[in-house]
DNA sequence: CGATAATTTAACCGCTTGGTAAAAGCTTAC
DNA sequence: GTAAGCTTTTACCAAGCGGTTAAATTATCG
C-alpha cells in the first residue's frame, strides 16, 4: 500500500510536486470566488482538471487546501510590509508601499480575495496568524512611522489607522473589483484605471484634498 | 388551503409582518458571515426560532430572503451618499460624509458585510444594481465633486478615486473588524477605535501626510 | 360558538456534499 | 523484466442540502 501523503516528512516525486501545485492553483481560483464554505472539492478538482479522490490523494481534506493556501499567501501578502525601511526618507517609503499594495492588488487579485473572504467570515481559520506574525509585524512599522513624526518628518498621525487606510484603499481595487468596474463604466474600467488610482492615492496621501 | 405569500399584493397579518421581520434579521446575521452559498436555510431557520418549513412558508426560496435583505441593504447604505450637497462647504460635505459613513460601519456592520460578501462573489445577484442606480448616484457626485475641484475650492483630484477611497477606508472597519481587532490589541479595541479612526481619516483627507 | 383562513409541524424527496475503500494502472529502480 | 511503490479510477456512503406535501394546529371574525 501506498504511504499516506501525510505520513511523509519530504516531498517525494515530481508528479506531487507538480498536483499539489496545480490543485493550490485550481483551489485559488474557487476559494477566492466563492469563500471556504461556498467552495466544493468537486469544483477544485474538475479546475485542477483531475477527479476528487485524486484530488483527495494530494490534500488529505478541504481544510488542508486551504490552510496550505492561506500559509502560502499570508507571506508574500505582507513582504511589501516587510521591506519598509525605517532608514529611508518617509515620503518615499510611504508613496512606494503606497504603489507596490496596489501593484499586489492588480496582478493578485485572488490572493487579495482569498484573504478578504478569510477575514470577511470572522478569520476562523487565521486568528492565530493575526494575532501573532501580523500583529508583531505591524507593531514594529507602527513604531518607526511614530519615529518619524515624533522627528517632524511627516505629519502625527496615528500610524496603525495609517496603515489600515492603505491597506484598504489598495486592496479595494481588488477586492471590490466588480463594483469599482460598475461605477467607472466601461470607459474607464481598463489597466489605466490603477494609473489613476496611484496617482490619486499618492496625492491624497502626501497632501489631502487641500488646495495647495 | 392557504393563498401562498407570493400570490399576494399586500401584507395580510400582524404576524407575517412580524415573522417576515424576525426571519429578514437572522437572516442578516447568517448572510453576512458566511456569503450567500456558505450560509444554510436551517441556519437561518434556527437563528429566526423557528423550523424550515416554517420559514419558507414566508420566503419560497433562500434567494427570496437575500434579494429582499440586499435590496433594502442598498437603499440604506447609499443614503449618506445621497445626502452630499452640491451647494454646502466642500470641506464640511467631505467631512461629515467621512463621518457619517464611519457611523454606519460602527453601527451597521453586518449590512456592510452583507454586501462586501455579495460584490467580493462577483455581484452576481446585484451587478444590475451595481450598473444602474449606484452608478448613476455616483456620476451625479463625482460631478458636484469635480465642480469644486474646478472652481479651487478642493485640490484636483480624481471625484471616483475619492468616493472609492472613502468607501474602502470606513467599510474596512465593518468589513476586516476582525483584523483591526487583531492588530489594534485588546487595548484598543474598544469603542474608542472609531473615534481614533475619524481623527485619523478627517486629518488624511483634508491634509494627507505632510507636516503642517 | 363555529367556520374559515392563516400558521406550524412531521415526514419526506432527490441531489450534492466531504470523504473512503479497494482495486486497477502506471513509474521507477534494480 | 519485474517487483515495489506511486498514482488514478470506479464504486460507494452517510450526512447535509434546498425544497415539497399534506395534515395538524392555531388565530380571526361573524
Known amino acids: 500500500m501506498a504511504i499516506s501523503r501525510a505520513a511523509k516528512t519530504q516531498r517525494r516525486t515530481r508528479i ?5 501545485e496545480l490543485i493550490l492553483e485550481a483551489a485559488l481560483d474557487v476559494f477566492s470566488q466563492n469563500g471556504f464554505r461556498g467552495s466544493t472539492i468537486d469544483q477544485i478538482a474538475e479546475a485542477a482538471g483531475m477527479s476528487k479522490p485524486n484530488l483527495l490523494y494530494y490534500f488529505r481534506t478541504k481544510e488542508a487546501i486551504h490552510r496550505q493556501l492561506i500559509d502560502r499567501v ?20 510611504i508613496r512606494s508601499y503606497i504603489r507596490r499594495k496596489l501593484e499586489m492588488a492588480r496582478d493578485f487579485p485572488r490572493e487579495s480575495r482569498l484573504f478578504a ?3 470577511l467570515q470572522g478569520a476562523p481559520r487565521i486568528e492565530d496568524e493575526l494575532k501573532g506574525p501580523l500583529k508583531e509585524l505591524v507593531d514594529e512599522k507602527a513604531a ?10 511627516i505629519a502625527r498621525c496615528d500610524p496603525y ?12 481595487y481588488a477586492d471590490f473589483d466588480v463594483q469599482v468596474r460598475a461605477v467607472l463604466g466601461q470607459a474607464h474600467s481598463g ?17 489631502g484634498l487641500r488646495v495647495r
Open 16 to 20: 506531487q510536486e507538480e498536483k499539489e
Open 74 to 93: 499570508l507571506t508574500t501578502w505582507l513582504e511589501p510590509l516587510r521591506v519598509f525601511d525605517a532608514d529611508g526618507d518617509p515620503e518615499s517609503e
Open 117 to 119: 473572504n478569510e477575514i
Open 144 to 153: 518607526v512611522i511614530r519615529a518619524w513624526a515624533r522627528a517632524g518628518k
Open 161 to 172: 489607522h495609517l496603515i489600515f487606510s492603505i491597506w484598504s484603499t489598495t486592496q479595494h
Open 191 to 207: 489597466e489605466g484605471r490603477f494609473e489613476d488610482a496611484a496617482r490619486f492615492l499618492e496625492a491624497l496621501f502626501m497632501d
